[in-house]
């Protein structure tokens, strides 16, 4: 089937860390664009970038005061264009970040509303409510923590899933929808090729706002229950069918991956039916353990669910939010190494992949910032019940052998500091040794891309002994991922490819993943 994102391998991004320009240690538009050859070498098909957009980065710019313009911080309106062209010269796509959930408090409507009063047109475009006496509305939980209401000055409360700073959008207002397929147009006529939609089942919320009836101190994480107040509600779907007709305006190719943290597959693969959503993130692998059967079952349920609405599956092991998966699958040599194996594993499964920025050059999440330096809302204002998500976000390192690490070029050390031990671990350092977890990056990357079976399409188990994931891909492919704890054999005929690490007299160490040719 067409469609340059039925199986592309998408990097994201996460600008303030990337790599400076400025010299001020937050990274930028102009950092970025400078180093679109790396990713172009790594052999990704497309970058997914953070909110660039101007805000008072109360949650790094995903608290978006005006969504047409480029933030300071970031750049110039310019240098976003100069971003998305240098980047089609180069052949990758672009992918921009939409956060239609929420805008930041110092949005002009929010301001408004503000001033404006109860009962105003202007507070109609949040959800603005009277307590109950001096409590909040309703017993909803912020994300982050706490109630999920604020009170204004007035007395009134406003709704907020996230932080206080990022007021929630009503999304039965006409003036909101339309704003926001007109903010859509606005980056497509720029030349954007993707747009990753932020929350995409928050969007709109129970006109009732009944109590949850959830205990006070638990943190509500979204639930895959179908009729929930304000997670997955199926009005949401039209207005994903309405956006649908507006990437069709620039014709095929413009498309939108959705982050909605369902559950169920099921509940994920009604974003991209047909007429909705080309894709969403299947965040799965970043809530399972490092266990053959349940990766096993994700594995099936996620393609039997996509399939059946005509949908690819896309895999990630990383992002923004989470602790990188280095760490989550056991720290140092063994994270490391399973790390190396969950790659192959992820670029052998039909579908897409997104990567996150570090991965491939196995950084770990960095546990011991300094709390004074952190940055990241989900911490503060979580009495420390939560991690933040900081330690996954420290700039990267590109070269040299002490910090910044070439990340910035100024006076200004990086807005996180880096770890000393990453000396070895800089893109320069990687580059230049074959056995790096950098090289494994490209040469899968670049197997990918030369072989016909890898990709979208489907994949059939081979019988494996305990412990161990076997499966081929037409023509001519198999992948074997070994997990348990003694080491496995390879199918007779097969012919090793690539391997994700030393393999023990042509048989396959635990925690180590193999590419073979077949037939
Ligand atoms: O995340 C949405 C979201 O639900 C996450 O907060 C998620 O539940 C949590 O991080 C899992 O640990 C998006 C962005 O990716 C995130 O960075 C923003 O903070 C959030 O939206 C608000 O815009």
Not at 45 to 74: C, I, Q
Not at 149 to 178: M, S
Not at 404 to 422: E, H, Y
Request: aromatic share 10%.
């Amino acid at each position: 089937m067409d469609g340059w994102w039925r199986d592309a391998v998408v990097y994201e991004v996460y600008v303030r860390s990337f790599a400076d320009s400025g010299g001020d240690g937050t990274g930028d538009l102009a950092g970025l664009r400078a180093r679109l050859g790396y990713l172009a070498e790594l052999g990704v098909d497309a970058v997914w970038t953070t909110p660039w957009y101007r805000s008072p980065m109360v949650d790094g710019g995903y608290d978006v005061e005006d969504h047409r313009s480029v933030d300071p911080l970031f750049g110039t309106d310019a240098d976003a264009v100069a971003l998305i062209t240098e980047a089609h010269r180069l052949g990758l796509r672009v992918v921009i970040d939409v956060v239609p959930n929420h805008t930041s408090d110092r949005h002009r409507w929010f301001r408004a509303a503000l001033a404006a009063g109860p009962g105003s047109p202007e507070r109609a475009r949040y959800h603005f409510r009277p307590g109950r006496g001096d409590r909040p509305p309703n017993d909803w939980r912020s994300v982050f923590g706490g109630p999920a209401w604020t009170r204004a000055p007035d007395g009134e409360w406003y709704l907020h899933l996230f932080a206080p700073e990022q007021p929630d959008l009503d999304w039965e207002h006409p003036e909101v929808r339309a704003d926001f397929e007109d903010l859509l147009r606005f980056w497509f006529a720029r030349g954007v090729d993707g747009v990753r939609i932020d929350v995409a089942h928050g969007l709109l919320k129970d006109p009732e706002f009944p109590d949850l009836g959830v205990d006070d101190e638990e943190i509500v994480r979204p639930p895959d229950r179908s009729r929930h107040p304000h997670w997955d509600r199926d009005g949401v779907h039209e207005i994903y069918r309405s956006w649908r007709r507006v990437a069709a305006e620039f014709g095929p190719d413009r498309v939108f991956v959705a982050e909605a943290w369902v559950d169920r597959p099921d509940r994920l693969a009604r974003y991209v039916r047909p007429d909705e959503l080309h894709t969403a993130f299947n965040f799965d692998f970043l809530r399972c353990a490092w266990d053959p059967a349940a990766l096993r079952e994700v594995i099936d349920r996620t393609l039997a669910a996509l399939h059946a609405v005509g949908a690819p599956a896309t895999w990630v092991l990383s992002n923004h939010d989470v602790v990188r998966h280095v760490t989550r699958f056991g720290g140092g040599r063994l994270g490391t190494r399973r790390a190396r194996a969950a790659l192959l594993l992820m670029l052998a499964l039909p579908g897409g992949a997104y990567l996150y920025q570090g991965e491939e050059l196995g950084l770990a999440e960095v546990e011991d910032l300094p709390d004074e330096l952190l940055a990241d809302p989900t911490w503060e204002r979580s009495g420390r019940t939560r991690r933040g998500r900081d330690g996954c976000r420290v700039p990267l390192p590109w070269s040299g052998t002490e910090p910044p690490f070439g990340f910035t070029d100024g006076g200004a050390p990086a807005w996180l500091p880096q770890p000393a031990g990453w000396r070895t671990l800089t893109a320069e350092a990687q580059a230049a040794d074959p056995d790096s977890m950098l090289a494994l990056y490209r040469t899968a990357l670049a197997l990918r891309r030369e072989h016909p079976a890898l990709g979208d399409g489907t994949m059939t188990w081979s019988p494996a002994p305990e412990g161990v994931l076997s499966f081929t891909r037409e023509p001519g492919f198999g992948c074997v991922v070994n997990l348990g704890d003694g080491p496995c054999g390879l199918p007779e005929d097969a012919r090793v490819v690539l391997a994700s690490g030393p393999l023990d007299g042509g048989r396959v160490p635990p925690d180590t993943a193999v590419w073979f040719g077949v037939g």
